[in-house]
């Protein structure tokens, strides 16, 4: 069983936008921490952006500084569902997005310590590619 499945990459224009979505085998669950992390060709793995699933809806997030004010993730009300709503899309944007969950607890899903070493659980990846 596949424990992480994304979606919804693709290619646009430089200021356009995309959403990805992250879909978790374990949708009952609340209670970890879920992320997009992006890696660009001959560049390590990057945070994007963090939520953490809790039952309410509302998770707290994370965002780097590089997609701060122009990325946004989200929870959806099923759990286990989670989405990063990218506008203003720039060229340096473009890379491999993969979602990743492990079970942090909110103080260090939203806080800017967690590096792709901290996450066990990864999908597969979906290329986000942005011309200029």
């Known amino acids: 069983q596949v424990p992480l499945v994304e979606s919804g990459g693709g290619s646009v224009q430089a200021g356009g936008s995309l959403r990805l979505s992250c879909a978790a085998s374990?949708?009952?669950?609340?209670?970890?921490?879920m992320g997009w992390f992006r890696q660009a060709p001959g560049k390590e793995r990057e945070a994007g952006a963090r939520?953490?699933?809790?039952?309410?809806?509302?998770?707290?997030?994370y965002y780097s500084d590089s997609v701060k004010a122009r990325f946004t993730i989200s929870q959806d009300n099923t759990k286990g569902t989670v989405h990063l709503q990218m506008n203003s899309l720039k060229p340096e944007d473009t890379a491999m997005y993969y979602c990743?969950?492990?079970?942090?607890?909110?103080?260090?899903?939203?806080?800017?310590?967690?590096?792709?070493?901290?996450?066990?659980?990864w999908g597969q990846g979906t290329q986000v590619t942005v011309s200029s």
């Open positions: 990743a969950a492990d079970h942090w607890d909110a103080r260090y899903c939203s806080g800017g310590s967690l590096t792709a070493r901290d996450f066990d659980t």
């Open positions: 939520i953490y699933i809790d039952d309410i809806g509302i998770g707290s997030t």
């Open positions: 374990r949708a009952s669950d609340s209670g970890y921490c």
